[in-house]
């Protein structure tokens, strides 16, 4: 089977941190909305860590893929990719491995997770290896749907709070989990696993405004602030 992908201008999208609020918002539909199962995968080069709170790489408001700082890394100082559920009673989070990712290089960051049960765990990948979890907190109660939020790139939105300072390309995310052999697929071949009728597929090339979702699920994504870069993974 032969592969033949678009070609695309640029090699990622800018983020500048701090309080210049650049995002990328890919709104609320049907076709991201309420999955029991997720895939959230993306290739991240961050420049700088915040000083507090962490980097929001992608996600909705009731669950997000973070890079933490060592404020944030439960068991040890150093930096670690974080996970974030909202659950009814009380929300849940895990992270990666202290260190697993630093600046100046980019990394390839996948989150699979099933939401059906506060008993399940989410496997975080950092350049598809799979990562021994530490639990922050353990959720309790009914996972809290994410019909009302949009699924945003770089930021939740609030200036100053968990802004992405680096750059961030080939945005995936699926209603299904991807094994590690997947992991790989597409960490090599970006947008080679086809998303399906749900979920999205965005390059985050170029300088495309709104942002192209090439799933053909019509995802777009409203792009603000974030520019094009020659950095690529």
Not at 208 to 224: H, Q, R, W, Y
Request: aromatic residues 10%.
């Amino acid at each position: 089977l032969v592969v033949s992908l678009p070609c695309w201008a640029g090699a990622s999208r800018n983020f500048r941190g701090g309080n210049n609020d650049d995002l990328i918002d890919y709104g609320s539909s049907t076709n991201i909305d309420s999955f029991t199962t997720r895939t959230d995968a993306a290739w991240v080069f961050i420049d700088v860590f915040p000083t507090q709170n962490s980097v929001r790489i992608q996600g909705k408001a009731s669950h997000s893929v973070n890079v933490n700082t060592s404020q944030s890394c439960s068991g040890g100082t150093g930096t670690c990719v974080f996970y974030f559920v909202d659950f009814t009673t009380t929300n849940g989070d895990w992270q990666s491995e202290v260190n697993s990712v630093a600046t100046g290089a980019w990394y390839f960051l996948m989150v699979t997770y099933n939401n059906s049960s506060s008993a399940n765990d989410p496997t975080i990948y950092v350049n598809c290896v799979t990562q021994t979890l530490r639990e922050g907190t353990a959720p309790v109660g009914d996972f809290v749907s994410d019909a009302a939020s949009n699924y945003r790139v770089g930021n939740n939105a609030s200036p100053g709070v968990r802004e992405l300072d680096g750059q961030e390309a080939y945005v995936h995310y699926y209603n299904r989990i991807l094994s590690g052999s997947e992991c790989f697929q597409i960490m090599r071949f970006p947008g080679s696993l086809a998303v399906g009728a749900n979920g999205l597929f965005a390059p985050q090339m170029g300088s495309n405004s709104p942002e192209l979702d090439i799933s053909g699920n019509g995802n777009t994504g409203t792009v603000t602030g974030a520019t094009e870069s020659t950095n690529g993974p």
